[in-house]
């Protein structure tokens, strides 16, 4: 009798789960989304610098890494796995400067081939590892997944639920950053000039060791 009781709990409390959400709830969580997805970062700079060296695919290529590093976030909050991730200390913090060690060193190479020879341009593989390993070495995403998606999924959200809304996040980042980068090739013949591109590499490259910088002396001051 207490084995029946404790099953008809459980698949009652697994009933009580929220697959859906309401339209005006959606529709917030897109608009939160975007305002945070616009926003330009490290993920934008990386995009626009790998569009510049090697050309749309290149651009494209690296949007699709940011978006599967995003996906990876996404299963890893909807099962639970950030929260206990962010929960660790030392594992969260080691993210974190490994996060910031990628970004200051993406940077710097970019300023070193400004002043110098121009590198090698990434290939459509390594601009989606150079996207991917970024985000996914973003602890701020961490926190960002698991601060998100549980306000707008209710109160006993279903698993799939924050899976259809992680991957809708996905979806509008890779569409934003797709655009960037066509954007980018479209005015590539005046970006790629000799002055302007030196001024824009030297840009992105600044940025990018600057966003590491922070990222560092945030998990340090933490």
């Not at 991917?132 to 998100?148: E, P």
Request: glycine share 10%; proline share 4%.
């Amino acid at each position: 009798m207490r084995k029946t009781g404790n099953g008809a709990s459980r698949r009652g409390h697994r009933h009580n789960e929220r697959t859906l959400i309401g339209l005006g709830s959606y529709l917030a969580f897109v608009g939160v989304s975007l305002l945070v997805i616009c926003t330009p970062g490290q993920d934008t700079a990386l995009t626009i610098r790998n569009t510049l060296a090697a050309g749309r695919r290149a651009g494209v290529a690296t949007a699709l890494g940011v978006a599967a590093g995003q996906a990876t976030w996404t299963v890893a909050t909807s099962a639970g796995l950030a929260v206990v991730l962010a929960a660790s200390e030392p594992v969260f913090f080691a993210i974190r400067i490994a996060g910031a060690a990628y970004l200051v060193y993406l940077g710097i190479r970019t300023l070193v081939h400004t002043e110098h020879e121009a590198a090698p341009p990434p290939q459509s593989r390594g601009a989606f590892a150079q996207g991917f390993l970024s985000n996914l070495s973003n602890a701020k995403m961490v926190a960002f997944f698991i601060s998100l998606l549980p306000p707008f999924a209710g109160p006993h959200p279903s698993f799939v639920l924050l899976l259809a809304l992680g991957f809708n996040f996905c979806l509008l980042t890779l569409a934003w950053l797709t655009g960037y980068a066509f954007a980018v090739e479209r005015l590539g013949s005046w970006l790629r000039r000799s002055r302007v591109r030196k001024a824009l590499n030297a840009l992105l490259g600044t940025v990018l060791v600057a966003l590491g910088l922070r990222v560092g002396f945030e998990a340090v001051r933490a």
